[in-house]
């Protein structure tokens, strides 16, 4: 089975050849729909069938219609309809065929016609009855899915012309519209590349769909579902696993080649219907030569079918009814964006009155949900608030989906949050956040200054009731601003008054430990702060933060007599300097001195096991798979607490590691000196790389100086060298992950050295000629240092 499925799985899922012309309408209860809004039959159907083919057509085909009844129970031979397709009558105006009682599947069946072809027909579909009621349900299913393929691509390549800008939102609305796979790596090429990479495999990129499942309500019931659960999630040697559409695909091939004879063959027609027509998809040519091809096409199942499951993305979301036009989002049935098997959408709006307004909906997958144009509300008597059912046609039936939460555009008083009163301070950025019922409706917001100045600004709708403004004061004075609101259906704007305030600069608390050249000042307005002095130590700003409403000011000083002037648990007065003249004092005491230790000793420790070993030409150097061992001794406090740690990290510190004594990487040795273990690769992992620093961290979370530590080097498999004899003496150094490499040189000066250029891929590399074994390299980790590796050579007769 899996070896079928390797092999057929490439000519399966194309169906790139179009097919002939079938057009069909289903008529029930004196309403007639075109095939492509019918997303099933029901017993005493009347459907009417018209084979729209070529009047140049050269051979006859002869159509049969056939129903079915389940796999063990073969159809009746009145069940099957006999249809001269080149008939005039038929030609010109098609035929009539009523669906039977008992019912459960439709077929249409298109053969060359050799004479005895009807009876042949008949008598394969009623030998093998469960061949062709799988095929049919395996049909209805794939043609489905493929439906939601082909509208992903289609707009996929419509966006990429008209909006290139705005693919990798508008994919994501589409995947979760249609439930496609999008590939994220896609959008990591360049714009041009994007498109392509997303159509590409797509085959793959169908998703499940519980609704479309359901529809084919058999294909989940009873033993004939183990195949094409099985197939969804078998291995492929190309393509990872089988998707539900190539599972349907691969499983309907293998059902109809078991029917298979000397004279005819059968080949799946997938159907992607356009109104009457069932433009149909073929996955292989016709063959007119014994065995001549049998189109086999699925029409919808005779089946109750499911309305669609569509849900609103988001039901606490209120949308604004003033507003000209709305996308109200949805997901959870991608056959309404697919296909036109759902159609008539309208959203019902609730009216004071009782009876409510229809407005035109269209699903629009790219942009995730429904459009509406809102048009006829304006002259509507709503309620503040009101609901809006989205409501549509499933084949015959009408059905209700999500409701929509609308507002309508107000005259109202704004509130400023009470956390926000007193936030707008000049010379800076700040943001303003304003409750209204109505903040959904905001069409515009303006701001003018006291001289009716604009100030521009940046204003988003954060809660259904709430408007949050960032409005740039660094040019504007203390003083009054006018806030004007302008609503989607309203002439008249809101005017909201609004004060900015000249921050009185706090000072709250300074901290410094003993022996330290930096501090922080915490309070407010700090950026006005030009300098300190504590001690006769002048402290000048480096990084200014703002968190929780409060200023954060690092300070520094050069002056080398900070280690000395400031003492564990000294009261100091810090006399701040601010840029307006102003100076102002603050007390605070001097913390305790901040933990430090030394280094001692150090070695590195080699992994003997890996291949050819590299001399790394510096103690500094450590390779990822081996180990440092290394001592430290303390010097503040002057013992070691059992309960001190270690910190280890990387130079841009993204991998970092805590030893401690609890978790083994640190020995006591006495009261003062400790000894460290470090494993670089299992504690960093294999993407650290380059030098490493260390500190010391107090059970206080108190941290000290950074210093070095070492180099931390990957190394590269070296295997050997491997020369061409001969005139042109040729050599290549052969080993795994060569890129690690910063240059190769055969001498120890680097006179003739090969550099790797970055991306290296290959497996080996063309350097000087050399007699020696030993070449000289330097890592890229560490390309200033000179490494020797020493490896066997390799001669090769000259060809």
């Known amino acids: ?37 019918v997303p099933n039959l029901q017993a005493g159907d009347r459907l009417w069938v018209h084979p729209n083919l070529p009047d140049s057509q050269s051979v006859r085909y002869l159509m049969v219609v056939v129903f079915l009844r389940g796999a063990t129970n073969p159809p009746p031979d009145s069940w099957f309809s006999r249809v001269e397709t080149w008939g005039k009558s038929v030609h010109d105006e098609g035929v009539f ?25 008949r008598a394969a579909v009623r030998g093998k009855p469960g061949s062709f009621v799988r095929a049919a349900q395996d049909l209805v299913q794939a043609s489905l899915d493929r439906s939601r393929l082909e509208k992903y691509l ?60 359901t529809i084919v309500a058999t294909l989940t019931s009873g033993p004939s579902s183990d195949l094409l659960a099985q197939l969804s999630s078998t291995p492929n040697a190309r393509s990872g696993y089988y998707s539900p559409y190539i599972g349907a695909v691969v499983d309907v091939a293998r059902i109809l080649s078991t029917a298979h004879t000397a004279q005819y063959q059968y080949i799946p027609a997938l159907s992607l219907p356009k109104k009457d027509e069932l ?38 979301q209120v949308f604004c009814a003033g507003k000209p036009s709305l996308l ?48 006829p509300l304006q002259s509507a008597d709503l309620a503040g608030e009101t609901t809006g059912t989205l409501r549509g046609t499933w084949g015959f039936h009408s059905f209700d989906g999500p409701h929509y939460r609308l507002r309508t555009s107000r005259p109202a008083q704004w509130i ?77 704007a809101d005017e909201i008054p609004l004060y900015t305030y000249a921050e009185a600069g706090r000072l709250d608390s300074f901290s410094i430990h003993a022996n330290d050249a930096n501090g922080v000042l915490q309070g407010t307005r700090l950026d006005l702060v030009e300098s300190l002095e504590v001690n006769g130590l002048r402290f000048i700003p480096e990084l200014l933060t703002r968190a929780h409403q409060q200023d954060e000011l690092k300070l520094s000083t050069h002056d080398a007599a900070a280690k000395t002037k400031l003492h564990s648990g000294e009261s100091i007065v810090v006399q701040v300097s601010l840029k307006d003249g102003r100076v102002l004092d603050l007390k605070t005491e ?49 013992t070691f607490p059992a309960t001190e740690k270690i910190e280890v990290a990387t130079a841009d510190e993204s991998f970092r590691v805590q030893l401690s004594v609890k978790d083994g990487n640190l020995t006591l040795q006495d009261s003062k000196t400790v000894f460290g273990v470090l494993d670089p690769m299992k504690l960093l992992g294999p993407s650290a790389f380059g030098p490493l620093k260390f500190r010391p961290v107090a059970s206080d979370g108190t941290d000290g100086d950074w210093q070095p530590l070492v180099n931390l080097v990957r190394v590269p498999m070296l295997k050997g060298i491997r020369c061409v004899p001969g005139a042109e003496r040729q050599c290549t150094l052969s080993g795994d992950k060569l890129f690690l490499l910063d240059s190769v040189s055969t001498d120890a000066d680097f006179a003739n050295p090969v550099t790797v250029p970055e991306g290296f891929v290959e497996n080996a590399l063309v350097i000087p000629p050399t007699k020696a074994k030993t070449l000289y390299i330097k890592l890229r980790d560490d390309p200033l240092t000179v490494d020797s590796v020493t490896l066997p050579m390799l001669l090769e007769a000259q060809p």
């Open 416 to 492: 400023v949050a009470s956390k926000d009163a007193s936030a707008l301070i000049v010379g800076r950025e700040d943001t303003l956040h304003l409750q209204s019922a109505d903040a959904c409706c905001v069409s515009e917001v303006k701001v003018d200054d006291e001289q009716g100045k604009p100030i521009e600004t940046e204003w988003k709708t954060s809660k259904a009731d709430e408007l949050e403004v960032k409005i740039p004061l660094q040019r504007t004075s203390a003083g009054s601003l006018t806030m004007v609101v302008k609503k989607f259906g309203l002439r008249e």
């Open 154 to 213: 289609e707009a996929v390549r419509e966006v990429s012309v008209t909006d290139p800008e705005q693919l990798k939102s508008r994919t994501a609305l589409l995947a979760r519209s249609l439930n496609i796979r999008v590939e994220q790596q896609c959008f990591d090429k360049p714009s041009a590349q994007q498109a392509p990479c997303l159509t590409q495999n797509t085959d793959q990129l169908v998703l499940d769909d519980a609704h479309s499942q």
């Open 328 to 375: 109200l989002p949805a997901e959870g049935a991608p056959l309404v964006f697919a296909t036109e098997l759902a159609h008539n959408f309208v959203l019902h709006v609730e009216t004071k009155t009782g009876a409510g307004i229809d407005l035109p909906a269209q699903p629009d997958p790219i942009r995730g949900g429904f459009l509406v144009e809102t048009h």
């Open 1 to 37: 089975m899996l070896t079928l499925v390797s092999t057929l799985r490439a000519d399966n899922a194309a169906f790139d050849l179009i097919g002939p012309k079938v057009d069909v309408r289903v008529q029930r209860a004196g309403m007639t729909l075109p095939i492509a809004e």
């Open 590 to 638: 001097v913390e305790p001195q901040r933990p430090a230790v030394s280094v001692l000793t150090k070695s590195v420790q080699e992994d003997q096991t890996s291949g050819a070993m590299v001399h790394l030409g510096s103690q500094d150097e450590l390779p990822q798979d081996g180990r440092l061992n290394f001592f430290l001794k303390a010097q503040v406090p002057e």
């Open 97 to 121: 065929v009523t669906v039977p009682d008992e019912a459960e599947e439709a077929l249409i069946l298109l053969a060359p016609e050799t004479g005895g072809a009807f009876s042949t027909l």
């Open 279 to 316: 433009n149909l998809r073929l996955n292989n040519p016709p063959s007119f030569r014994n065995p001549k091809s049998v189109i086999v096409i699925g029409l919808p199942l005779v089946l109750p079918a499911p309305v669609p499951p569509l849900r609103a993305v988001d039901p606490a």
